[in-house]
C-alpha cells in the first residue's frame, strides 16, 4: 500500500487541486473534495503504518483498502467531474494498486467494477448518457481495464524476474 501513498495519492492531489483551482466549484464541493481526500490519506496512512502489527490481516486488509480507494474515487469522480473532466483518471488508482498484489481475475474484477462505477455516474450526472458521451465514456472504461491489466502483467514480470535471479 507504500506505493498507493507515493504515487497515486500525490497523483489525486494534483488533480483535486487543479479541478478546484481552475473551475472554482463551489465550496461544499470544495470542502467534500478535500475532506474526502484528507480522509482517505490518513487511512492509507494508518493502515501502511500499522500492517506489522496487523500481519495476520494483511491481505484482507490490502483488498478492503483496494475497495474504500475505489469508493473513495467514485465520491471525488462524483463531485467534481462536472467541473473537471479529467476527473475520471482517479478510477486508474484502485485497479492499478492491486495489481501490486492482487490475482489477475481479481484486479480484472476491480478494474471492471472500476469501469461500472464511472459508467454509471456519468449516467447519474447526465441523466442519460448520448452517442458521444457513451463512446467518449466507454473508451475510458477500456483503458481502465486495459492500463489495470497492463500493471498486473508488468507486476508479474518483475516477480518472475526477481525469482529467476535467485
Known sequence: MHILNYYFT????I???FA???SEPERSVTYASF???AAAFALNYWM???TYRLMQLTRS?????????LLTSAALFYLLSPYWAPMWLLFLTAPAASAMFMKKWQVFLTALAAAGFMLGIYYLLGGGIGPQLLGMATTQAVFIVFFSMFTAAMAEMAVKVRDSLR
Open 61 to 69: 486488509i490490502r483488498g478492503i483498502m483496494v475497495w474504500i480507494n
Open 10 to 13: 500525490p497523483f489525486a492531489v
Open 35 to 37: 475532506g474526502l481526500l
Open 20 to 22: 478546484i483551482f481552475f
Open 48 to 50: 501502511s503504518a500499522n
Open 15 to 17: 488533480l483535486i487541486a
